[in-house]
């Protein structure tokens, strides 16, 4: 039907267009025509008025008249190219008119014409008039010729043109004629070939169209109902108004909302749901909008308090569209009840408000910064602390402002060997561990604005979203001033105390040793009884001083732990032998389980036996009398597990959980029943875990407690089986500790010709075994071994109380440099032989071991300002030695000047100095003089490895001290040789 529509309208527009053009033209030649004619006119006008002026110029002349003429010239002769130029050339290339010839010759004549005219005008006007009558009265009369010739000629043109025009009007005629005709046939082609096809097709699409008006009413009626639907399910409150703000309509939501029902609000102003002001206001505010056309809220949306039947009021979000189809005007609401996101943001505000206080109040410095690092958030106490304001750092800088550089870049070099991955110095350094999910703890130094150095224990963790990515970090920072100020005071309290307490108590623990080991005579058994009182409780005050002392330096982190690798059963052993005296004080047994075996681990000797002899002494003490205490070693998941357990009591369930803290026992009446400080078990777990171990406990079914630790196991090599049955021979074995075969036959040989037995060891670990397996008159052994270091195995030995006295003769080709190595400790090897071996110097020196004939009287020098212990010294030492008493460095240094000493005996406090600084002169004589420090302060790793032995006074029994100073006398004599044969 559009189609049809289409060709009729465009028929009917060409044929128009194509009339439009013809009838335009033919009224365009027409006014060209009538223009043509009025210009003849004007110029037939001048013509005569050139005349005129021109005859009486002639009678008289003036310049007026001159210009005038000359003026009325210059315009006749503009029209007459207009006349030329435009209307008789376009008329001569016209195809059609009176003939092309025609207007080619009126062109040549006319412009003939007219210039002669012209040019007799301007000759006549601009020549002076002095001529003869008879040339006047010529040129008179050729003017008036010229003018009537010029006046025939407009006239001949204008009837030409007007018989053009008479043309034109009989074309138009003709057009007229012709379009209507044209209009005429088409008329009929359209009626018969597109009309009466155009009816049908017009009822059928009538038909088609009452189809789908009645499918799209049917389509409205299910949209209708299926609106409503969505208006009575929608959660919001949807009302619609009219113009004048009268509510049409009001959803179940907004029933449920407001409290109304549909009926009760219907024809209603809607400013019935409004409180005050608002109720007041909205008449105007809708009034003011059909007036102006400005939204407040339509289209826009906002927040508003809206007001339920019983009164109460409400926040609401209100979202309003203006509805304008057709005759139909209005708006509709839609309301969202907001009161529990309102609650949630005072809430939240109240959150923010409080975390603001808390950040603000909190006496640490809390800094956050975004992934990038850029400082986001500075406290209150940041502020005070370092001196910046939130506002000169907060988006600016990150927190490497406020850290010493060098700090940086050691904390990034030892987190690159830490976590085996290159740390650049930076802010890389702060979140290197908080990326990978744990807390960075670490101290620091921050620097404040002015320049101030403050200590802190800085905390930092990452922030992280719902999806556990990263989207910040939080660094809390403590001040440790006034602890470290605090920790200061209680490390020079503990070294006063330490001192004050244990010289003292080794006095009277010494003395009472002598006294009861009968140093001084026969003691009656009564006196003896008072005595053995005094020395127990001398010994539980001893325990105590030295418990308190280690817990101090657990908790300050002053505990120095030196490991190597020794076999866990021989410190069971050891541990056993030396509590063997307190289990029996409570007629309790003692024994060592028979499936336990050898177990090597890393560990600190001293501490594992202080460990050990903790857990058996517990378990002797809590065992009931007669009972037994058994240890037991095994090996369980990589692991070395020590048990002791006991027939005791068990501890309580109530009480497991702090059995580990400091100052507790089961029960209160504990600590006067069976004594203690309720420290050791805290101690005792302070150490296992240093060791990188655990400690634990459980009770036992059939009774009692088992305490145990364990502690990461250390494989030893595959031990060679070199061992061989023998003969005893009643000969005194030498074991020849030797890798290279050749160079070991060779000893074996020159040592069985002197007389001796001989057993090769090729290895350090088959060594070991054959040392514990049989008894050895002597030792030489090689430094290069291929399982172990020589000099680290020498120190073992003399370390190990059953080998402590096994005579040692180095021979290998780095005897010299690991002599000097070994500095001090040089002076517990028999000698040093380099190879290839001198056989008479190494014949010499076994005999002289195995002998051990020594008569020499050593010199002793005891720095010690306490007389009782110098004293007690001198007693522990008569018969080896003789003892000069130095009680401060002065005399000491004196002493030294007077006499060579072959041992110093030094104590670390003394009342014009410390002892340690004799260290330096003492080494630099030759041969260096052996150091024993015997001090009631311990000294730290590094003092400890430049001295021969060091021991603690309350901690160190009568014997012990004794067997090493001998053990350093006896080696002495030997030393000295060899250093001067070297």
Aim: glycine share 6%; hydrophobic share 40%.
């Amino acid at each position: 039907m559009r189609l049809v529509y289409g060709v009729t309208i465009g028929i009917f527009t060409i044929t128009a267009f194509f009339m439009f053009l013809l009838f335009n033209n033919v009224i365009r030649d027409h006014e060209n025509d009538i223009d043509f004619i009025n210009l003849i006119k004007t110029q037939s006008l001048l013509t005569h008025l050139i005349t005129l002026n021109t005859e009486s110029f002639i009678s008289k002349s003036t310049d007026d008249k001159r210009v005038e003429i000359m003026s009325i010239v210059s315009e006749m002769q503009k029209n007459h190219n207009v006349i030329v130029n435009d209307y008789l050339s376009e008329k001569k290339n016209k195809e059609y008119s009176l003939g092309k010839e025609f207007y080619s010759e009126s062109e040549q004549s006319f412009d003939s014409l007219i210039t002669g005219y012209l040019n007799l005008v301007t000759g006549i006007v601009l020549n002076d008039i002095d001529e003869q009558p008879e040339t006047i009265k010529s040129k008179n009369e050729l003017l008036q010729s010229l003018s009537i010739k010029l006046f025939e000629s407009y006239d001949e043109i204008t009837n030409l043109f007007n018989q053009e025009i008479n043309i034109h009007i009989k074309k138009a005629r003709l057009y007229v004629v012709l379009l209507l005709l044209i209009i005429a046939f088409i008329t009929i082609v359209i009626f018969v070939f597109i009309f009466q096809p155009l009816e049908r097709s017009i009822k059928q699409e009538k038909i088609k169209l009452e189809e789908r008006v009645e499918k799209r009413e049917t389509d409205l009626v299910k949209a209708g109902l299926f609106a409503q639907g969505i208006l009575k399910t929608v959660i919001d409150a949807i009302i619609t108004i009219t113009p004048e703000g009268l509510i049409q309509s009001f959803n179940p939501a907004a029933e449920k909302m407001f409290g109304y029902t549909e009926a009760e609000v219907i024809g209603h102003n809607v400013k019935m749901l409004m409180p005050e002001p608002y109720k007041a206001q909205h008449d105007q505010y809708l009034h003011n909008y059909h007036e102006t056309g400005k939204a407040k809220i339509i289209g826009i949306g906002r927040e508003v308090i809206a007001k339920r039947k019983d009164g109460t009021t409400f926040p609401a979000d209100l979202a309003v569209t203006e509805i304008n189809q057709g005759d139909y005007k209005g708006f509709v609401g839609s309301l969202r009840d907001i009161t529990l996101r309102k609650d949630s943001e005072e809430n939240l505000r109240q959150i923010t408000a409080l975390q603001k206080a808390i950040l603000d109040g909190a006496n640490v410095i809390i800094i956050s910064t975004n992934v990038n690092g850029m400082i986001i958030s500075f406290n209150a106490c940041a502020e005070n602390m370092l001196g910046y304001k939130s506002i000169e750092v907060v988006g600016k800088y990150t927190p490497e402002i406020i850290h010493d550089k060098n700090e940086i870049i050691e904390r990034a070099k030892s987190l690159t060997e830490e976590l085996n991955e290159s740390i650049k110095p930076g802010f890389d350094t702060f979140v290197a561990l908080p990326n990978r999910g744990e807390i960075d703890e670490h101290e620091w130094t921050y620097i404040s604005k002015q320049g101030e150095r403050l200590p802190v224990m800085l905390y930092i963790t990452a922030m992280r979203d719902e999806e556990n990515n990263i989207t910040g970090y939080l660094g809390i920072a403590r001040d440790l001033t006034e602890e470290k100020k605090l920790d200061r005071m209680k490390r020079e309290f503990v070294s006063t105390v330490s001192h004050e307490l244990r010289t003292p108590l080794t006095s009277i623990s010494g003395s009472l040793g002598l006294v009861v080991g009968g140093a001084a005579g026969e003691i009656p058994n009564k006196a003896l009884e008072l005595l053995q009182v005094a020395v127990n409780n001398c010994t539980r005050l001893v325990r105590l001083i030295n418990d308190i002392l280690d817990m101090e330096k657990i908790e300050s982190g002053h505990i120095d732990l030196q490991l190597q690798r020794i076999n866990l059963i021989e410190l069971v052993h050891e541990a056993i032998a030396a509590n063997e005296a307190y289990t029996r004080q409570h007629k309790v047994k003692l024994r060592l389980d028979e499936s336990s075996k050898d177990s090597y681990v890393n560990a600190d000797r001293d501490r594992i036996i202080q460990v050990l002899t903790n857990l058996i002494s517990n378990a002797a003490k809590f065992s009931p009398p007669q009972g037994t205490v058994t240890v037991n070693l095994q090996h369980v998941n990589r692991m070395v597990r020590l048990e002791v357990s006991d027939e005791g009591p068990g501890i309580s369930e109530e009480f497991q959980e702090q059995l580990f803290r400091k100052f507790t026992q089961s029960d209160a009446s504990d600590t006067r029943q069976k004594s203690g400080t309720g420290l050791g078990l805290s101690i005792s777990k302070a150490i296992i875990e240093q060791h990188e171990g655990q400690i634990g406990f459980k009770n036992r079914a059939q009774g009692g407690t088992t305490f145990y630790f364990e502690l990461p196991l250390r494989t030893a090599s595959s031990l060679a089986t070199e061992d061989t049955f023998r003969v005893e021979t009643g000969k005194q074995r030498i074991l020849v500790c030797e890798d290279d075969p050749d160079a070991a036959d060779i000893l074996r040989l020159i040592i069985e010709d002197e007389g001796f037995d001989v057993d090769i060891s090729h290895s350090i670990e088959n060594a070991r075994t054959k040392i514990k397996n049989n008894n050895y008159a002597a030792l030489t052994l090689d430094i290069i071994m291929p399982d172990m270091n020589g000099v680290s195995f020498l120190r073992e030995l003399k370390d190990n109380v059953v080998t402590r006295e096994l005579p040692i003769i180095v021979v290998s080709a780095i005897a010299r440099e690991s002599k000097n190595q070994m500095g001090a400790e040089a002076l517990n090897v028999v000698d040093w032989l380099s190879k290839p071996v001198d056989e008479q110097r190494l014949l010499s020196e076994i005999k002289r071991a195995v002998d051990g004939i020594n008569t020499e009287i050593f010199s002793v020098l005891h720095v010690e300002d306490d007389k009782d212990i110098a004293h007690l010294i001198t007693v522990l030492l008569e018969g080896t030695a003789t003892v000069d008493a130095a009680t401060t460095l002065a005399e000491a240094r004196d002493c030294l000047l007077e006499r060579k000493y072959d041992l110093v005996v030094l104590d670390i406090g003394l009342p014009d100095g410390s002892g340690l600084s004799l260290l330096s002169t003492l080494s630099k004589q030759v041969p260096p003089v052996p150091v024993i420090i015997f001090s009631a302060h311990e000294p730290d790793v590094e003092i400890s490895n430049q001295v021969t032995a060091a021991f603690t006074k309350s901690r160190t029994d009568n014997k012990v001290l004794l067997n090493t100073i001998r053990d350093n006398l006896n080696s002495i004599s030997k030393s000295t040789e060899s250093f001067h044969q070297s």
